[in-house]
């Protein structure tokens, strides 16, 4: 294959399944990694995908997919676990919390000290993450499993929210919209983020500077439902000045 028809379908592999691992394109032909990486960075160069932690991700606009957790674990790795990072440092001892199915909540699990809190979570990722520190009381949903996100969605896990009252949910999302909202690519999640949020005292939406301005297909509400929002320093300063005159209280990494 010459190099040219392989860049060419790199670039409509990554297109169609949203993000590739370069170990994944490597097998796929039959070339090194270094090989991949050179033709990433090509391809990066000449804006027809973005390079990632581990692999490339398209740069075609889509909000209404939601990605399988192996693909979201590759996109804005660092950004995300700064922000984890910071959403550790508003958790105590004794606190009662929310962590959703979010990759960044599961690299908040990750960062989580070994002492006496109690997490609420509806994913596997996290509950596993989080079974190894003794101090911490896992509690799970339950419920339907969205393999693709190793998440428990449906009426089952809705309900088991309703028996809890938490301190804090630590919540991402695919869109902040500083007028029309919080929003999801999935129904299901977004009814149980919701549904986090409303049994919090205090909501943090954990999200990257991508994120801004962006639409998903399933609302979940407007933004009087956050007090806290925790993002990168990539965040353009016209939205800050929003957020401000909002009186959102927001921490950037």
């Not at 995908?49 to 490339?56: E, I, K, Q, V």
């Not at 999302?173 to 549904?195: P, T, V």
Request: net charge neutral.
């Amino acid at each position: 294959m010459l190099v040219a028809e392989r860049q060419q379908k790199i670039v409509e592999l990554v297109n169609d399944r949203k993000s590739v691992r370069v170990t994944e394109l490597s097998k796929r032909f039959s070339v090194t990694e270094e090989t991949i990486r050179r033709d990433l960075e090509k391809l990066e160069k000449e804006k027809k995908l973005a390079r990632s932690h581990g692999g490339a991700v398209s740069i075609t606009p889509s909000n209404d997919i939601e990605l399988p957790y192996t693909e979201r674990e590759i996109t804005n790795v660092n950004e995300k676990k700064e922000i984890a990072l910071e959403a550790v440092k508003q958790v105590v001892e004794n606190d009662k919390i929310i962590l959703d199915a979010s990759t960044t909540a599961w690299y908040m699990a990750k960062a989580l000290p070994n002492m006496p809190i109690t997490v609420l979570t509806n994913s596997i990722k996290v509950a596993m993450e989080l079974s190894t520190k003794k101090n911490i009381a896992v509690i799970s949903t339950g419920g339907s499993l969205l393999a693709g996100s190793l998440s428990y969605v449906g009426p089952l896990a809705e309900s088991a929210l309703d028996s809890y009252h938490v301190n804090k949910a630590f919540i991402s999302c695919k869109g902040l919209h500083l007028e029309r909202g919080i929003s999801e690519s999935d129904e299901q999640q977004a009814r149980i983020k919701r549904k986090m949020m409303d049994i919090a005292d205090s909501v943090y939406i954990m999200i990257d500077h991508s994120k801004f301005g962006a639409q998903a297909f399933s609302r979940l509400g407007g933004i009087d439902l956050i007090d806290h929002i925790i993002t990168d320093s990539g965040i353009d300063t016209n939205t800050v000045q929003q957020i401000v005159e909002k009186s959102l209280n927001l921490m950037k990494v």
